[in-house]
């Protein structure tokens, strides 16, 4: 798996516009990998944050989730990983970053899982695409597609 580098915050501006998006990439994996700790804080750091500025689309339980804002984001998955005691996800070692301008596209996979309040444990992979649009200076990820692939060993 691909090691990427460890960041708390938004890129500063002298770093270069692919070390940043790979930064922010990090930062989502790691708000994605909460392992024992709460699921919902920090989100506001990478995503746009405006009513209908983004749009997610996800097919994690079967049917396909149409989001279009951050709000509608942390309302689904919250309740969602609310039900895990631990859940852990790494970017395999495929991430490609391409820029041009004020946007730039990332595609990714990424394996991990976790357990169930019940005690249930849950491996998946999933295929993913993002979006990211220069706003007011900073990047912000503008638009996430996954989609689930075959489940890791």
């Not at 009513?51 to 919250?78: A, K, M, P, R």
């Amino acid at each position: 798996m691909t090691t990427l580098t460890t960041v708390t915050d938004q890129p500063g501006p002298n770093v270069e516009p692919r070390q940043q998006i790979q930064q922010l990439t990090q930062q989502w994996v790691k708000l994605w990998s909460p392992k024992d700790k709460a699921f919902s804080k920090g989100f506001e750091q990478i995503f746009a944050t405006g009513e209908n500025e983004i749009l997610v689309f996800d097919n994690f339980d079967g049917s396909v989730v149409v989001l279009h804002s951050l709000q509608e984001y942390l309302n689904t998955w919250i309740p969602v990983m609310q039900q895990f005691t631990f859940w852990e996800i790494a970017i395999e070692d495929n991430l490609e970053i391409s820029i041009s301008g004020d946007l730039a596209v990332t595609t990714f996979s990424f394996a991990g899982g976790g357990q169930s309040q019940d005690g249930q444990d849950y491996k998946l992979r999933q295929h993913g695409t993002h979006v990211w649009k220069r706003i007011n200076g900073q990047w912000r990820l503008v638009h996430e597609h996954l989609t689930v692939g075959d489940t890791p060993q």
